[in-house]
T-cell receptor, first 116, second 112 residues
Framework: DTGVSQNPRHKITKRGQNVTFRCDPI?????LYWYRQTLGQGPEFLTY????????KSRLLSDRFSAERPKGSFSTLEIQRTEQGDSAMYLC??????????????FGEGSRLTVL | AQSVTQLGSHVSVSEGALVLLRCNYS??????LFWYVQYPNQGLQLLLK??????LVKGINGFEAEFKKSETSFHLTKPSAHMSDAAEYFC??????????FGAGTRLTVKP
């Protein structure tokens, strides 16, 4: 399967712990996006990369959140000192440059985080 | 800044009935508009998109949407619902730069 892959699919953690999610985009895609989706809401933009450069970050991305894409391929999203309000589905999407212009965002199945 | 509003968080139709999911947008520039579908335990899939070509856009699985600038709407329709259409549907708007904004979603239930 050459789609967007996210791991782990589910993560349960205690408040205050750190968690890390990984996203492997479609191999030829140079853009990678992170979104957060809470129950009853649509996806909310967090950040995006073009190759290894992080070009935009949402206000939603507090200083406890950090995302990297070190070699322009896979990306990680780390949440430090998790809070119960961080419980959500974290979605990764990838596209070719200009993807947003044509709607061709390809989404992974998401990583569901539950903070106890 | 652009945004979308989806009217009705939950729509229920009978199998074979018309499906109508409503989406209104706000954008300061000519928008690009999209509908995505999310089946249970799956990622979002692009249903269709409007990118300033034809105002009536046809997508996968028999869905279509019409861009109406005067009404700032982009409603999604399907003439005859099928059980397999049960899913969450998201309308999204982009300013053609890097910022795609999603609506809150409409859950479609299809009754036999």
């Amino acid at each position: 399967d050459t789609g967007v892959s996210q791991n782990p699919r589910h993560k349960i953690t205690k408040r205050g712990q750190n968690v890390t999610f990984r996203c492997d985009p479609i191999s030829e895609h140079n853009r990678l996006y992170w979104y957060r989706q809470t129950l009853g809401q649509g996806p909310e933009f967090l950040t995006y990369f073009q190759n290894e450069a992080q070009l935009e970050k949402s206000r939603l991305l507090s200083d406890r959140f950090s995302a990297e894409r070190p070699k322009g391929s896979f990306s990680t999203l780390e949440i430090q000192r998790t809070e119960q309000g961080d419980s959500a589905m974290y979605l990764c999407a990838s596209s070719l440059e200009g993807g947003t212009n044509t709607g061709e965002l390809f989404f992974g199945e998401g990583s569901r985080l539950t903070v106890l | 800044a652009q945004s979308v509003t989806q009217l009705g968080s939950h729509v229920s139709v009978s199998e074979g009935a018309l499906v109508l999911l409503r989406c209104n947008y706000s954008s300061s520039v000519p928008p690009y508009l999209f509908w995505y579908v999310q089946y249970p335990n799956q990622g979002l899939q692009l249903l269709l998109k409007y990118t300033s070509a034809a105002t009536l856009v046809k997508g996968i699985n028999g869905f279509e949407a019409e861009f109406k600038k005067s009404e700032t709407s982009f409603h999604l329709t399907k003439p005859s619902a099928h059980m397999s259409d049960a899913a969450e549907y998201f309308c999204a708007v982009s300013d053609a730069v890097n910022d795609m904004r999603f609506g809150a979603g409409t859950r479609l239930t299809v009754k036999p």
